[in-house]
């Protein structure tokens, strides 16, 4: 696993995930990344009955609010709710996991 990173502009500040050439808020095009370790769920759903999935079960996604302010879907391994805090983590293919704290 490795950390969540997300992108501030370093000449205005805005973070950003994913990243971008260029920053919508002034177009700026130097970044430097953070790491982004725990957020809030803003809104969750489940996946039901997954077509093909390896394992049984469904797939839980949740829109987070990371602390340093973009907003991710990230997988979970349960149903959460909104409102809840979650640490953030990438896997190694890249999927961003949510878990609960
Ligand atoms: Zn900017």
């Not at 609010?65 to 805090?85: E, F, N, Y």
């Amino acid at each position: 696993m490795s950390p969540l990173e997300v992108f501030r502009c370093n000449a205005c500040g805005t973070t950003l995930f994913p990243a971008r050439y260029f920053c919508p808020s002034c177009g700026g095009a130097q970044f430097t990344a953070l790491a982004a370790t725990r957020g809030t769920v803003v809104a969750a759903t489940a996946v039901l009955h997954r077509v093909g999935a390896q394992a049984s079960g469904d797939l839980h996604l949740a829109s987070v609010a990371t602390d340093l302010g973009p907003t991710v879907i990230a997988r979970l391994d349960t149903a959460i709710a909104a409102g809840a805090t979650v640490a953030l983590e990438v896997d190694e293919t890249q999927r961003i996991l949510a878990h609960p704290l």
